[in-house]
């Protein structure tokens, strides 16, 4: 049973790395303090709230206002709230609540991108006001612009400053609650929520079952436009239909036994976009080209060392990223192959390795990327308008309140399958998927924009490698879109399925040919272009000797 769907509400627990060396000293300073100065004015009201805590927060059981703040010495519940910090992990308050023991970690996250959402911003606005600001944009300076204004309305919810409404947990609907966005997963309604390393799924499921909807996809679960014939629905109500899942996924792993910590909470003060800041690589774990001993860990993260869920001395080996040197403390090197320890329910399991048989044409095959061959599917969205109405009302998710103007959303299409294929500023060869086939309205435009913009993404619906033929004879795959590719005397050409849109290319195309078309949220990415069309057209495809 999937986890996410309405009619099962059942959770995987999951695991992530704790605090370091010195945060945990400087927890256990607090805690001598709190035990030394109780504070019972807090605990005649909120007695059941003493428990739940883990041992480093355990401070917390005696000492409300070490997190909270308020007033313990008063009688009345106005004057004992007074300055009260009801969510600590609100990056409003986090430099308050929690900086005291992380300031690091604090301000790495208010300049993460899963708070700043940078890239999406200075994106939106490149491609809809024509023009980037020459300042990088951030979901905490929006203005009023087209772009900026759709942002405010549609979008900004998903970033880590929004602020907790409550203490209810919906994976489908949850939002920001900075520190506490991912490091609460219960909130017991007799005792106190457990701050916690071991991450759920659901914690990362509210923003990203969206946009890319990367959660729905590891799960094996594809939004579509109708409900499917099951009728599964989200807890939101958005119809899915079941895919197949990730293998990660069903193995047992979670998001946090591949991406980092380093990823999640490193400083994102000089990335962009959101690609440029993920850690993790296939060949990472499938590879394992680099390695570091104990002795040459990067100093902020020795205390993970406590946390290795095996035998470890001074020659033991850690795999690490290449992107950033991060050790990969919960992987095993032994002499009978690599082990993964998951780290939300200790399942080992055995990571194959990369054989040079598995890459069959591996010099014809050297730019593509793993995903381009491993994805089973990728989700699709082929159509949408966007209209603005002054005169409506619409809540600011910038402002926090309701204010003038309402964006109006209709989408159309939305299906998934194999993916197109293009090429990125890397030069590499990857899956692309629709970000904008799209139509704009707003009283400040002299006329309909029309957006059509593809955009990289890793699907994480890791499988079984593709086909030749799903590359090498798909017009999907080359960005043309479905139809029929004929082979003429002087060429080819292409017969879509879909009807033409007003730019000539049909509805769900990238590209033509003639390499027409290819819009790219970014400079260096694009289509596949005609002559790189005819070299994958031309491959043969029977298999090599």
């Known amino acids: 049973m999937n986890p996410y769907v309405q009619d099962n509400t059942q959770r995987r627990s999951h695991s992530a790395p704790c605090v370091g060396v010195i945060a945990v000293l400087a927890a256990l300073a607090w805690l001598s303090v709190a035990m030394a100065a109780s504070e019972p004015g807090c605990l005649r009201c909120h007695q059941n709230k003493q428990s739940g805590f883990n041992p480093v927060h355990a401070f917390g059981s005696e000492s409300c206002t070490a997190c909270h703040a308020g007033n ?16 600590p992990g609100d990056l409003a308050t986090a430099r308050r609540a929690c900086g005291d023991c992380h300031e690091n970690r604090v301000e790495a996250v208010a300049n993460n991108l899963m708070h700043t959402g940078r890239g999406m911003v200075d994106v939106t ?40 409404e409550g203490h209810g947990r919906n994976e489908t609907l949850d939002r920001g609650g900075g520190c506490g966005a991912c490091h ?15 991450v759920s799924d659901a914690r990362c499921f509210g923003c990203h079952s969206r946009s890319g909807r990367v959660s729905l996809s590891f799960a094996g679960l594809a939004e579509v436009h109708q409900s499917s014939n099951d009728g599964i629905r989200l807890r939101d109500r958005r ?18 036994d591949c991406h980092t910590s380093v990823a999640l909470m490193g400083d994102s003060g000089a990335l962009t976009h959101q690609r440029d800041a993920v850690d993790i690589q296939c060949t ?118 309701v204010t003038e103007g309402r964006w109006h959303s209709r989408s159309g299409d939305t299906d998934h399958g194999l993916p197109t294929l293009g090429v990125s500023h890397d030069n590499r060869i990857e899956p692309f998927v629709p ?38 004879q798909s017009s999907v795959a080359l960005g043309l879109g479905r139809g029929e590719i004929v082979i003429e005397s002087d060429g080819y050409r292409f017969v879509p399925a879909s009807r033409l849109l007003q730019d000539g290319l049909p509805a769900d195309a990238w590209t033509s040919l003639d390499g027409l078309g290819g819009d790219v949220p970014r400079d260096g990415q694009r289509p596949l272009n005609p002559r790189e069309m005819q070299t994958v057209l031309r491959a043969p495809l029977e298999d090599p000797p």
Request: glycine residues 8%; contains cysteine; charged residues 20%.
């Open 184 to 198: 609460i997963n219960q909130v017991p309604a007799d005792g106190h929520a457990a701050l916690t390393t071991r």
């Open 435 to 472: 970000g904008m086939i799209m139509t704009l309205e707003h009283p400040d435009l002299a006329q309909q924009k029309f957006l059509r913009v593809f955009a990289p993404l890793s699907p994480h619906t890791s499988g079984p490698a593709r086909g030749c033929a799903s590359c090498h």
């Open 239 to 256: 119809p899915v239909e079941r895919m197949p899942a990730d293998v990660h996924y069903r193995a047992g792993m979670g998001c946090i």
């Open 284 to 401: 990472d774990c499938h590879a394992g080209a680099s390695t570091m001993t104990r002795g040459q860990w990067p100093a902020d993260m020795a205390g993970m060392l406590r946390h290795v869920p095996f035998p470890v001395s001074d020659q033991t080996q850690f795999l690490t990223t290449a992107r950033h040197g991060t050790p990969l403390w919960h992987i095993e090197l032994r002499a009978d192959g690599t082990f993964l320890h998951t780290k939300n329910t200790g399942r080992v399991l055995r990571v194959p390795k990369l054989e040079d048989a598995h890459a069959r044409y591996s010099e014809q095959h050297e730019r593509l990327a793993c995903s381009s061959c491993h994805s089973q599917w990728a989700p699709r969205c082929l159509s949408c308008h966007m209209e603005y109405d002054p005169g409506g009302e619409q809540w600011d998710h910038a402002a926090r309140q």
């Open 72 to 87: 313990p010495e008063a009688v009345e519940e106005t004057d004992a709230h007074q300055d009260l910090i009801a969510y």
């Open 125 to 164: 606005r490149s491609l809809i006001d024509g023009h980037t600001n020459p300042a990088p944009g951030s979901l905490q300076s929006l203005e009023h612009g087209i772009a900026d204004s759709m942002l405010r309305k549609q979008c900004a919810s998903c970033h880590l400053g929004q602020p907790r």
